[in-house]
């Protein structure tokens, strides 16, 4: 069996969280054309992942950044 026959067709999740990723991506690259757009989407996919320890990890940094 080759390569190309070993790839499989996205799923409709992955397709929507590929939509999702681009938009976010192309917002955030507006709102901040200094950034990495690497790290930006590594970002995007960590969120993805897992929003509320995200969201757990960045009010925890906002906290501690506010002592």
């Keep these: 069996m080759s390569v190309v026959e ?3 067709e996205l799923s409709p999740g992955d397709k929507i969280r590929n ?8 917002q955030l690259m507006g709102e ?3 950034s990495n757009p690497y790290m ?3 970002m995007i996919d960590l ?3 897992d929003p509320k320890k995200c969201d757990e990890i960045i009010k925890g940094h ?3 950044a506010n002592k």
């Excluded at 939509?19 to 192309?26: N, P, V």
């Design 6 to 8: 070993e790839v499989r």
């Design 40 to 42: 930006m989407e590594v």
């Design 19 to 26: 939509q999702i990723k681009e938009k976010w991506l192309k």
């Design 47 to 49: 969120y993805l992942l």
């Design 32 to 34: 901040n054309p200094e």
């Design 62 to 64: 906002h906290y501690m």
